[in-house]
């Protein structure tokens, strides 16, 4: 059994103008399903194959660094895709923003240490809201890693992700990667960040 | 004393069709801009306020590192291409690239296979050490192999920014268009001079 690309539940010009068409089909069609073909073959024959992908993080400082590259690009992307809506933005209610209140002492805060994360990493990468056992967590990663795997600093179950390597948001918005960030606030899908806070 | 971004060896559309007007417009006029000016502000007050470019990517760490590396990484890697390319490797280099790598087409095949399977931002050299002898080596993001003892030759942008308004996702036919562009004149004086 292999890992399948996951369709997305939105059009790819649904995003726009926050994330164009031609960003989005390139990013889901090209990268995301190279990773998820990198990784099949990378997985092939060996004790990972029928291993969720989850538990395959868990364990990534025991396998090939492909695994790790293309593991982390599949899990992340499926992630990136699910917490984004054409109906999003505003802000989370319920327990989710209590639980942003009380690691972060307001959303604003939350929103602006989760920017900074995201504009700051240099190179390639991600910048996470993480649910750790102390808590919320903002953290950033390098290229394709993130909070499940065994190596990363800040480990947890990352329930929000933007990724921001080049390819994410270059043909729109080149150079300006902060206003790429201050643009996914408006398609950030908080019903679906909040089950992840509680799944 | 501060840091200046370098003139463009040539125009911005000169590069055309291998690095578009508006790839240059972005990664000489802002990207290269930027590294210049966030360097200039970080090292104000510091150690490396009237520090060379060079004892600075030798001696620095983070934020510092980061652009001052950027900022030799990308005048090495601007000034290594022109119009159309020039010349060949001469006579010396071309000896030493047969000598290392078997040949000109193994020499290209390696250093372009560096490129596409370096994961994520960074450059690929072509080094020369202290015994003489070329190397092909990956280095992420900011790297730069004067850290290492060694000396560049060549360099390759394989960031993002530096293919994606031109070849999306598709970085090997970014590399195999950039050795129509390779300043081979300069790049056989630099091995001489080093
Ligand atoms: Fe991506
Ligand atoms: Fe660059």
Redesign the interface.
């Known amino acids: 059994m292999s890992f399948k690309l996951p369709s997305l539940k939105y059009e790819y010009n649904a995003l726009e103008p926050h994330i164009d068409a031609r960003t989005m089909e390139i990013h889901h069609t090209k990268h995301h399903a190279a990773y998820t073909n990198n990784l099949n073959a990378a997985i092939e024959n060996s004790d990972m194959a029928g291993m969720s992908i989850e538990k395959i993080m868990a364990g990534i400082s025991k396998y090939p660094v492909a695994v790790r590259n293309n593991g982390g690009g599949f899990y992340n992307h499926n992630l990136f895709w699910e917490i984004m809506s054409p109906d999003g933005g505003g802000k989370p209610a319920g327990e989710l923003l209590d639980a942003i209140n009380s690691s972060f002492g307001s959303f604003g805060a939350f929103s602006d240490e989760f920017s900074r994360a995201a504009a700051t990493r240099f190179g390639s990468g991600w910048a996470w809201l993480v649910r750790t056992d102390n808590g919320l967590v903002v953290s950033s990663t390098p290229n394709q890693d993130n909070p499940l795997m065994d190596i990363a600093d800040v480990k947890g179950t990352p329930i929000l992700g933007i990724d921001v390597w080049e390819h994410a948001y270059y043909l729109n918005y080149q150079n300006r990667r902060p206003d790429y960030i201050e643009a996914f606030w408006n398609v950030v899908d908080w019903n679906a960040v909040s089950e992840k806070f509680h799944g | 004393m501060a840091f200046e971004l370098p003139a463009l060896p040539y125009g911005q559309s000169g590069l055309e069709p291998v690095m578009s007007e508006k790839t240059m417009g972005?990664h000489y006029g802002?990207?290269h801009q930027?590294y210049v000016n966030n360097l200039n502000s970080l090292i104000e007050g510091t150690r490396f306020a009237n520090a060379s470019l060079n004892d600075i990517v030798m001696e620095s760490e983070g934020g510092i590192f980061?652009n001052a590396a950027q900022v030799w990484n990308h005048t090495f890697f601007f000034e290594s291409v022109t119009p159309g390319g020039r010349g060949e490797p001469g006579e010396e280099l071309a000896r030493a690239i047969d000598r290392n790598f078997g040949s000109f087409e193994k020499f290209r095949d390696e250093f372009g296979k560096a490129g596409t399977t370096l994961?994520?931002?960074?450059w690929v050299w072509l080094v020369k050490n202290a015994t003489g002898m070329l190397d092909i080596i990956q280095e992420?993001?900011?790297g730069n192999p004067l850290r290492k003892g060694l000396t560049p030759v060549l360099t390759l942008d394989v960031?993002?920014?530096a293919y994606?308004?031109d070849y999306?996702?598709r970085r090997p036919d970014y590399i195999k268009a950039f050795w129509t562009i390779v300043d081979w004149q300069k790049v056989g004086n630099r091995y001489l001079q080093v």
């Open positions: 972005f802002k990207h930027a980061n994961f994520g931002s960074g992420s993001n900011a960031w993002e920014h994606y308004l999306q996702n």
